[in-house]
Nanobody, 126 residues
């Protein structure tokens, strides 16, 4: 059974940092593309970042480029999102996503991922 559990969310002031973690179980993690999405009330879930199976290819939303860094540790079945220079507009529930079927690119649409965690809240105050 494939499961994803996020952790590391919290409340910080603008300019601060947080590191989100997502621990995966079930399936073959090293073969799966991983992503991070976020959602704020009244908005659709939006792509934040994604990483290829080996970690050699990453994608970022324009809004987080240069501030967020995605990484993975296939030995630990985990993916991380280092978030620096946080802004109030980064406030959202952050979700870890997993795609367990092949893709030659890192998807940015939520319907291209087939497993999701429950999310972790990130709140950035000004």
């Amino acid at each position: 059974q494939v499961q994803l559990v996020e952790s590391g969310g919290g409340s910080v002031q603008a300019g601060g940092s947080l590191r989100l973690s997502c621990e995966a179980s079930g399936g073959t993690f090293r073969s799966d593309i991983m992503g991070w999405f976020r959602r704020t009330p009244g908005k659709e879930r939006e792509f934040v970042s994604g990483i290829s199976t080996s970690g050699d290819s990453t994608k970022y939303a324009d809004s987080v480029k240069g501030r967020f860094t995605i990484s993975r540790d296939n030995a630990r079945n985990a993916v991380y999102l280092q978030m620096n220079s946080l802004k109030p507009e980064d406030t959202a529930v952050y979700y870890c996503a997993r795609r367990t079927y092949y893709s030659h690119y890192v998807p940015v649409m939520s319907d291209e991922y087939n497993y999701w965690g429950r999310g972790t809240q990130v709140t950035v105050s000004s």
